[in-house]
């Protein structure tokens, strides 16, 4: 019994060391003990996490059995990735249709194959969040993700679309589309583009729906104005737990896919988003902010910040944030709350948000001087 404590003392140790949030790494370990012997059985996706485990089991408990499967799980064989095929795909939190969805991927996105589980493919998506679809997905040969790669590519940049079985948008539809949808390019009109689906579909969209991704890539305009633009284009979208689709969006969904069209990856969840980026106000200083900035809500904690080298946490003590929107200017702020509106910081305005206004956190900016800061970006 104490043997099987302290196995279960180091896995927690070595589990909040290398593998903290959940959402983003696997870590899934458990000890069962059979007589004597200690059997340790899991999954994860750390190796590095794997690797100290193991050092250090094999140091105290030479004879313990190891069970545990490194991830991606080497049964996918080079099917480890795969691109989105649906407008909009669905994640969820367990393998079964009633679990929840914690979150969408997009058409075109690629994606991790961790494992599979009886038609179930646990995935890691761009902005490292994990989860499980079922569908949606096409996995690819490393060769075929070369091939995709190199493909030239469309990308939607209306709120929604639709492509067709011909260059006639009187024709029967192929499917629905939303903004950031990526497609393969076949060949063009004056009028349409055809385009290739992952999964081998063949389809027609109007060229007022999309650009090409190259034209896309290369005319990003990183301003605040720009994020705006974008941001009020979703205005009167309702609010969808788990949602980062022009169908549906909750409140950092919102913000991500508003600075994804802008070469952007936001992490998924405001809790992640308030770590990146520099800090601009804490202290409720309206005016140092600029259009475009994102302002946090939440609940405070016994300290505001911890630095930890030279980035700064937001997680490690007892704060909660759990609402984000983009700084829009005089006290105004859109967001996704029921649906994504404007709402305002000044009690003397009409769209004052009371509830916000009081559990306000900090805000922080990720682009300054038409550069991004501190944020990952999409590569070409």
Request: with cysteine.
């Amino acid at each position: 019994m104490a043997q099987e404590n302290d196995i279960k003392h180091i896995i927690r140790e070595i589990q909040y060391r290398y593998a903290p949030d959940r959402r983003i790494e696997v870590f899934q370990i458990e000890i069962h003990q059979k007589g004597d012997t200690s059997i340790v059985k899991g999954v994860t996706t750390s190796k590095d996490a794997y690797d100290e485990l193991i050092r250090i089991l094999k140091e105290k408990y030479p004879a313990f059995i190891d069970s545990i499967r490194l991830l991606p799980d080497v049964q996918l064989g080079e099917y480890t990735e795969g691109i989105v095929y649906n407008s909009v795909g669905t994640i969820r939190h367990a393998p079964r249709y009633n679990s929840e969805m914690i979150t969408q991927t997009l058409l075109g996105v690629k994606v991790k194959i961790l494992e599979e589980n009886n038609g179930w493919r646990r995935v890691q998506t761009p902005d490292k969040y994990i989860g499980w679809m079922n569908g949606s997905l096409k996995p690819l040969s490393k060769a075929e993700i070369l091939s995709y790669n190199n493909q030239p590519k469309v990308i939607v940049i209306s709120v929604y679309a639709t492509t067709y079985e011909l260059d006639d948008a009187t024709s029967n539809p192929v499917s629905d589309l939303v903004i950031g949808n990526i497609l393969a390019l076949k060949s063009e009109n004056e009028r349409f583009y055809e385009v290739v689906y992952p999964d081998g579909r063949i389809a027609f969209l109007s060229k007022s729906d999309a650009i090409t991704y190259e034209d896309w890539f290369n005319n990003i305009n990183l301003s605040g104005e720009s994020i705006i633009r974008t941001a009020l284009q979703f205005k009167g979208i309702p609010y969808l737990w788990g949602g980062t689709s022009s169908k549906g969006l909750d409140c950092s969904g919102f913000t991500k896919i508003v600075f994804s069209m802008h070469g952007i990856t936001l992490p998924r969840d405001a809790s992640q988003q308030v770590n990146k980026g520099l800090l601009v106000d804490s202290k409720r200083d309206f005016g140092k902010l600029m259009p475009g900035d994102l302002i946090f809500f939440g609940t405070k904690g016994a300290k505001s910040i911890i630095e930890q080298g030279d980035s700064e946490n937001y997680e490690s003590n007892d704060e909660r944030v759990v609402h984000v929107g983009i700084y829009l200017g005089d006290n105004h702020f859109i967001h996704a709350s029921d649906f994504v509106r404007i709402n305002s910081l000044n009690p003397s305005d009409s769209l004052y948000d009371k509830f916000n206004a009081d559990r306000y956190l900090r805000s922080k900016r990720y682009i300054e001087n038409s550069e991004p800061v501190k944020v990952d970006t999409i590569s070409k």
